[in-house]
Nanobody, 124 residues
Framework: QVQLVESGGGLVQAGGSLRLSCAAS????????TGWFRQAPGKEREFVAA????????YYADFVKGRFTISRDNAKNTVYLQMNSLKPEDTAAYYC?????????????????WGQGTQVTVSS
């Protein structure tokens, strides 16, 4: 089993920044592919970013390219999401996710473990 705990959400003005963190426990962190998803009220949970086990090869949804950066520190069992130039449409609950299997990292169905989510609200 893997436990994921997110932190770092909050209220920020448009154009501002936040850094989300996700601390993992319960399994060798370096064996996990990790990602971030988000879900706004009334909408489907959508892919934001993912990063491979070694910490290289990040992948991003088009709507965050150039603004968000995913990274991980395997020594600290933590994955991060640095969010810059935030927009009101980025308002959502952000979820950390992890998986051990291969396949598409865009597909939420392939992730085995989820955090409880952290709310990000961007005011205009």
């Amino acid at each position: 089993q893997v436990q994921l705990v997110e932190s770092g959400g909050g209220l920020v003005q448009a154009g501002g920044s936040l850094r989300l963190s996700c601390a993992a426990s319960g399994r060798t962190f370096s064996s996990l592919v990790t990602g971030w998803f988000r879900q706004a009220p009334g909408k489907e949970r959508e892919f934001v970013a993912a990063i491979m086990r070694s910490g290289d090869l990040p992948y991003y949804a088009d709507f965050v390219k150039g603004r968000f950066t995913i990274s991980r520190d395997n020594a600290k069992n933590t994955v991060y999401l640095q969010m810059n130039s935030l927009k009101p449409e980025d308002t959502a609950a952000y979820y950390c996710a992890a998986k051990t299997r291969g396949g598409s990292f865009y597909s939420k169905e392939l992730y085995d473990y989820w955090g409880q989510g952290t709310q990000v609200t961007v005011s205009s």
